[in-house]
């Protein structure tokens, strides 16, 4: 049997180390821009949780060897003049450690137990191994020795400060050591080896390029990110826990560690032609928590919900695309269940969120848009925009199209005419003849501003006159960088580099606007969007944003909408271009 390749090399400083499946990671990233000298193993069940701290030691000295760390899907390396430690995944909740030449000193990163915070340490005689108990995680993590010897341990039973943990070594000096380091709750029987070393990385190896092979079957020269973006989202993949009901791709195994409930939407498309059970999983997933009222959660983590806000209605248009892109169509009864979803999220919007006598649905704040400090909320912030009634008008769209299949042909007709009804209410009450405005639900007040967000109208593609869709794109042109869409004009004078929704360029509004002009007919400016941010990806990753006139990722950088955004553009351009 053919080995497989190891997959695309990758800095931990950016993305995380894991593994499908895994609620944890090896990262020296603690917390937003908190990095620590050490790769840790950080948890994210509970939250994020730094629980481990990892370092090569030099057992001439016993102090910590200098190395360099690589990493690979199925690999990571500590790699130094005296030897190295090699990690790998056994399992999403198994580690396995092995070391020639240097040791490796395991011990707990928080250096405070207290009765309500901390980590508890000591030796199991049951199991023959050495645990440490999180309170952050409520979780154990247990390390069970393979091979070698524990040169030391410190802070066993110890209560309050202090430091806690175990060296582990070879026997001989020029001999190996190997360990496992489990996550687990309570108990489970003592550790037992599933093959040796080389067959796990081997395994992950075979793992991750199966998932690159499914996501991404059209991968060349032409899109030389693909296999990373496939590694992002493949590795950012949680199983099943706590509230989190199917596998979720989170947004990031770094602190962005959430399903935020639109998020999830670019992650199902990308995912949908090669693994289509998981796409279809992250499409339902905030489905599974929506409230009586038909609204969806603003987020799902693994211990909490959010309903504070919500998000913007992309469902209609993103299910729309979703089943064209699934290799087997979706049964009646799917269907059924999607459209009796999408009609609730539909009416909360047109029932909790229409203002009495009002045509037009509204936001609450700016992160109901996903927007959340666009300057199209300074003035106020409960508004009526266009981009909420421009998703709505497609939502009901698709929800015609789903009646019309599932055989209620009056319920297609009710959508088709409540859409039109929408649509010429957004026309009339804010399209001013050269934009949109954006009016306040209190006041009546209109105004506009430099945010891309006024443009999102575009979204409608061939549902809008020729004269609004050939506005707006001349009106897209100038938010054009050489990396691509400023989500603030980058001569407003409030366009801040680092101003999240205030400049910097996002993958959601990027795939949305190139989709919109490329159905309304706008597609040599459609080709350049997908062009410049193909090329931004290629460049500087896949970071929660970019900064619109450097082309540097901000933020986290192991997003995974923004690496299924590149995924999507990519193969669209594959295809496009005949390969």
């Known amino acids: 049997m053919t080995a497989a390749r190891p997959g695309p090399a990758f800095s931990v400083h950016d993305i995380p180390f894991s593994t499908y499946g895994s609620w944890f990671g090896i990262s020296p990233v603690l917390a937003e821009k908190t990095y620590a000298e050490d790769l840790h193993l950080v948890s994210h069940q509970n939250g994020m949780h730094a629980v481990l701290r990892l370092v090569p030691v030099d057992l001439t000295t016993g102090d910590r060897a200098e190395a360099r760390v690589e990493a690979t899907p199925g690999l990571l390396s500590w790699v130094g003049r005296g030897g190295r430690v090699d990690l790998a995944y056994e399992t999403p909740d198994t580690v396995r450690l092995r070391g020639s030449g240097l040791g490796i000193d395991v011990s707990a990163a928080a250096q405070v137990l207290t009765p309500f915070s901390g980590t508890y340490f000591f030796h199991d005689p049951v199991a023959d191994a050495h645990v440490f108990t999180s309170y952050e995680t409520g979780r154990r993590y247990r390390v069970t020795v393979l091979s070698g010897r524990v040169a030391g341990t410190s802070g066993d039973q110890v209560l309050g400060s202090g430091d806690r943990g175990l060296v582990i070594a070879a026997e001989e000096a020029d001999g190996d050591w190997e360990i496992a380091v489990e996550e687990l709750e309570t108990a489970r029987p003592a550790y037992t080896s599933s093959g040796p070393f080389d067959a796990i990385t081997e395994r992950a190896d075979r793992s991750f390029a199966a998932f690159a092979e499914a996501v991404a079957p059209w991968r060349s020269s032409a899109t030389p990110a693909a296999e990373l973006a496939a590694y992002v989202l493949w590795s950012a993949t949680a199983r099943p826990a706590g509230l989190v009901t199917r596998p979720a791709v989170l947004m990031s195994k770094h602190w962005m560690d959430k399903v935020w409930s639109w998020d999830h939407c670019f992650n199902a498309l990308a995912l949908a032609p090669g693994c289509p059970e998981l796409a279809l999983d992250q499409f339902a997933l905030p489905f599974d928590h929506q409230d009586p009222g038909g609204a969806l959660p603003d987020s799902v983590t693994h211990s909490e919900v959010l309903y504070n806000f919500v998000k913007p209605p992309i469902h209609g248009w993103t299910f729309g695309r979703l089943r064209r892109r699934l290799p087997t169509p979706p049964t009646h009864a799917e269907l059924a269940g999607i459209y009796e979803r999408l009609e609730r999220w539909t009416d909360f919007w047109l029932t909790a969120r229409r203002a009495p006598g009002a045509e037009l649905a509204h936001y609450q704040h700016g992160n109901d848009s996903g927007w959340d400090n666009a300057t199209t909320f300074d003035p106020e912030r409960v508004v009526v925009t266009a981009d909420l009634s421009a998703f709505l008008v497609l939502q009901m769209h698709e929800l015609a199209s789903l009646a019309q299949e599932l055989g209620r042909p009056g ?58 869709s050939d506005a707006l794109a001349d009106r ?33 509004a990027t795939v949305l606007v190139e989709d919109g002009l490329r159905r309304a007919g ?51 351009h594959a295809h496009r271009d005949g390969r």
């Open 411 to 468: 319920d297609a007709a009710q959508w088709i005419r409540r859409a039109d009804e929408t649509q010429s209410a957004l026309l009339g009450r804010l399209w001013t003849g050269e934009e949109f405005v954006t009016s306040g639900v209190d006041t009546g007040d209109t105004w506009s501003s430099s945010s891309l967000l006024d443009l999102m109208p575009v979204v409608l593609g061939e549902h809008l006159p020729g004269e609004v």
């Open 522 to 572: 706008h597609e040599r400016l459609a080709d350049d969007i997908s062009a410049r941010f193909r090329a931004l990806c290629e460049t500087h990753g896949f970071a929660e944003n970019f900064d619109a006139l450097a082309g540097t990722g901000l933020r986290d950088r192991a997003y995974t909408w923004t690496a299924s955004s590149y995924l999507l553009l990519a193969e669209a």
């Open 476 to 508: 897209i042109k100038a938010h054009l960088t050489p990396y691509g869409l400023a989500t603030e004009l980058p001569t407003s004078p409030h366009y801040r580099a680092d101003g999240y929704w205030r400049g910097p360029i996002w993958a959601p």
